[in-house]
């Protein structure tokens, strides 16, 4: 278990405070706003007591959840939000955490000039901070009710943000605070949209190793383009399209990368682009997926499957690795005299090492 904060997610502990003073807080809230019309009896004066109480210890609560804060990482919000939004949530938090400290101080002060001490659940009494005073009690009062009020304007503002984050912007900002019962309920309803991922070009390989003379003969391609939405969490959502150039393509030999151009071979003059579609990605065993899908190549669309495995998955990064096995020949990769298989055998493997970075509040953009 995560107890610290890192870059991208919120600890265990940051977790515990920020859910047990919400709940602190709203319940405050609510007994606060009934307490008051309750009729005088020995009842009121015990929940008056306990809100007292309640209220002391959200206000030693605040201090550690503010010193906690001080001593951890804050987790990054994405790039990609509008500065303005940033600036929102930032004001926010920091009136959230002026107010977790107000709030109780205000009804301390209060009680203070009612002239009554508050007692901790009896465990402790708190120093009263004023001379009793009736004037001083009706101020407080009149704050103590106003910052109920901002308060409830701030919690229900935060609520909104956090939703539409994670239903309409579907990021992580809402996922990365939840603790692990409400994200077991809230990853089924982000896993009905994907996320996106864009391959990195200069840390990525596709290979195709074909057998000549019954020896491995390597080919590479580069650059080529991907576009992928996938989450384990959805893989029957997800889906990946990808589009090569054929002069792209390259052999070591410098005949033979002029060869594999020509008409004999991938004919780059009348088709000039190899493209994949998936139709269907599931999941096989452990982090092992599979890609169902169609291949053109020179304007010859045929079903493929391609293996792979996600080497290592987080919110932002993904390395992945895979493979498939083409028949050339099934493609028309080899006419002429370059059909026969003697030479140059039908089968050719084509390998994928690929590392990707996601951008969770874009939605992908598929090649056509």
Not at 83 to 95: C, E, I, N, P
Not at 284 to 290: L, R
Request: hydrophobic share 50%; with cysteine.
């Amino acid at each position: 278990m995560l107890l610290r904060n890192n870059h991208e997610k919120y600890g265990a502990i940051a977790k515990c405070f920020h859910w047990v003073m919400a709940l602190a807080i709203l319940m405050m809230l609510a007994v606060g706003f009934i307490m008051t019309d309750l009729p005088m009896s020995p009842d009121k004066f015990r929940v008056y007591g306990i809100h007292k109480s309640i209220g002391a210890l959200i206000l030693i609560a605040a201090f550690l959840r503010l010193f906690w804060r001080f001593i951890n990482i804050v987790p990054e919000l994405p790039a990609d939000i509008p500065t303005w939004q940033k600036l929102g949530a930032h004001g926010s938090h920091v009136a959230l955490y002026i107010l977790m400290f107000v709030m109780p101080l205000s009804g301390w002060l209060m009680s203070s000039a009612a002239g009554f001490q508050v007692s901790v659940f009896g465990w402790f009494l708190l120093p009263n901070l004023i001379a009793p005073s009736p004037g001083l009690r009706k101020i407080f009062g009149i704050a103590h009710e106003v910052l109920a009020f901002a308060i409830i304007g701030l919690v229900s503002l935060h609520i909104l943000a956090a939703l539409k984050h994670h239903f309409i912007d579907k990021d992580t900002i809402l996922r990365r605070m939840l603790p692990l019962l409400l994200l077991v309920v809230a990853l089924p309803l982000q896993a009905a949209e994907p996320k996106a991922w864009y391959v990195v070009g200069d840390k990525s390989t596709l290979e195709f190793i074909a057998t000549q003379n019954d020896s491995p003969l390597k080919g590479l391609i580069l650059p080529f383009k991907v576009a992928i939405a996938f989450s384990p969490e959805a893989v029957e959502q997800s889906r990946v399209q990808a589009e090569m150039e054929v002069k792209d393509i390259h052999l070591p030999y410098p005949q033979a990368d002029q060869a594999i151009k020509s008409a004999d071979w991938f004919d780059m003059a009348k088709f000039p682009l190899v493209k994949f579609s998936s139709t269907r990605i599931t999941h096989s065993a452990g982090n092992n997926f599979v890609a169902e899908g169609d291949l053109t190549i020179r304007d010859i669309t045929l079903p493929v499957i391609l293996h792979f495995t996600l080497e290592e998955y987080s919110d932002t990064r993904a390395h992945v690795k895979g493979e498939a096995t083409l028949n050339r020949n099934a493609f028309g990769v080899g006419q002429g005299e370059w059909k026969s298989t003697d030479v140059i055998k039908d089968e050719v493997a084509v390998k994928f090492n690929l590392i990707a970075q996601s951008s969770p509040w874009t939605a992908p953009t598929l090649a056509k």
